[in-house]
């Protein structure tokens, strides 16, 4: 490697280590990628499909094997002449990634294989609201090991089980870059080094540690996990906080300083309730969780409770017919429909999909949100904007942590350590 290949990424006659590297990285991601497509492929079907040579082909597929990406499988007759040869399938089960998430009211923890196999899922109740960030680390740190000891159990028989990366989701405005959580409004949280702090905390792993904004999380576990995701789509988390994670084209839109997507906190009633970003009339406090079990089912606004049962007690009495319930529902729906339309007007989606509580009573909140949308669109055919429900509840966040984490190794195959003396190519 290499050699000259019409199709080959990034072939330049490359001479030193830095560009060979990149070749080989972007090559091995080529052939993993036709794999994962494909399901199951032949060499000669992959080096068809990629414009590599079978011979390239079966170097990079003996890497991928070595490193533990992929597995053989059947026997496969490529053509009419020739031994068949065995195919190629994603395996990734002794590689694994890790999810972790910090709520205003619970920790989650997600544990899946490079195959999005899902290996360990808890969460427990957790008021973030009213404990330190230090002792919050602490307790998700904890979560964090008995799930690391988890996966590495799963993975008994063959030595070698890797765990990839953690990537941690929090609410608030984070840093990606530094690890850092700059400010988030419900946990009264300033500046705390998260990725450093959980560092200090997994000293038995090294694998690498990120952190990101949990609509921004979300919205790529709707981009990566489901299947025929739209490119331009809009997910609105619903919980205490109310936030947006954007994505265009494909890709997340984070601004200039990764902080976009702070829908919870656009103005909508300057005379209105505090937030608890200091200022009033924001979004959130006419939609966020609190404000509405505090309009429709006060009894239930107790701040220690968990939010899913919350939300689910609020459908309960949704369906039951009950007056409080469907009224306050009502009158949210009508200020989703007022914030929807501030990013339908502004980003053109071509879908909002509800996490949260807000999905679990989306029956109750669509239609009069659609309504509200259709008047305020200035485009006219706001209903070309699909609101829906996300399948995720309240795994969304830790789905898009544990996916940026595989994303990062199927982009990046060099990443996970080979196992041994990479074999000799197969045919
Ligand atoms: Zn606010």
Not at 77 to 84: F, K, L, M, N, Q
Not at 99 to 115: P, Q, V
Not at 213 to 224: G, I, P, T, V
Request: net charge negative.
């Amino acid at each position: 490697m290499p050699e000259r290949e019409t199709g080959e990424v990034g072939w330049r006659g490359a001479s030193s280590g830095v560009d060979q590297t990149a070749v080989r990285r972007a090559n091995l991601a080529r052939v993993l990628d036709e794999i994962r497509r494909a399901g199951v492929a032949s060499r000669a079907e992959i080096a068809a499909r990629s414009r590599l040579t079978k011979a390239t082909v079966s170097n990079l597929a003996a890497d991928l094997l070595d490193r533990g990406l992929i597995r053989e499988s059947g026997l496969r007759r490529d053509g009419a002449v020739g031994r068949p040869g065995r195919s190629l399938e994603l395996d990734g089960s002794e590689i694994t990634a890790l999810g972790l998430e910090i709520n205003s009211k619970y920790l989650a923890a997600r544990g899946t294989d490079l195959a999005g196999r899902v290996v360990v899922q808890q969460r427990l109740g957790f008021d973030a609201m009213h404990a330190s960030p230090e002792s919050t680390i602490d307790r998700l740190a904890k979560l964090a090991l008995d799930a690391i000891a988890e996966l590495e159990r799963a993975e008994s028989g063959r030595a070698g089980s890797y765990l990839a990366g953690i990537a941690v989701a929090v609410p608030g405005l984070v840093d990606v870059p530094a690890g850092k959580v700059r400010y988030a409004p419900n946990l009264e949280w300033r500046s705390i080094p998260i990725a450093e702090a959980l560092r200090d905390r997994l000293e038995r792993t090294s694998a690498p540690i990120v952190v990101d904004n949990e609509a921004n999380l979300s919205a790529l576990a709707e981009w990566h996990c489901t299947p025929d995701p739209t490119a331009d789509l809009v997910y609105l988390t619903g919980e205490v906080g109310i936030g947006a994670g954007l994505i265009t084209d494909g890709r997340l839109l984070r601004g200039s300083s990764g902080f976009s997507g702070e829908i919870g906190h656009i103005p909508v009633d300057p005379e209105g309730q505090p937030c608890g970003c200091g200022r009033h009339g924001c979004l959130e406090t006419k939609i966020g969780l609190r404000a509405v079990l505090q309009a429709a089912a006060p009894d239930l606004a107790a701040d220690e409770c968990d939010p899913q049962e919350q939300a689910h007690a609020l459908l309960q009495r949704a369906e039951n017919g009950g007056p409080q319930a469907l009224a306050g529902l009502e009158e949210v729906g009508r200020w989703l429909g007022i914030g929807i339309s501030v990013l339908v007007n502004l980003l053109n989606p071509d879908a909002v999909v509800l996490g949260g509580y807000l999905g679990t009573v989306a029956p109750y909140l669509v239609p009069t949100a659609m309504r509200e949308l259709r008047a305020r669109a200035v485009a006219g055919d706001a209903a070309a904007c699909r609101i829906t429900a996300s399948t995720f509840g309240f795994t969304a966040a830790v789905r898009g942590a544990t996916s940026i984490v595989i994303e990062e190794v199927l982009q990046n195959p060099l990443r996970i350590p080979a196992r041994g003396a990479v074999p000799a190519a197969a045919d």
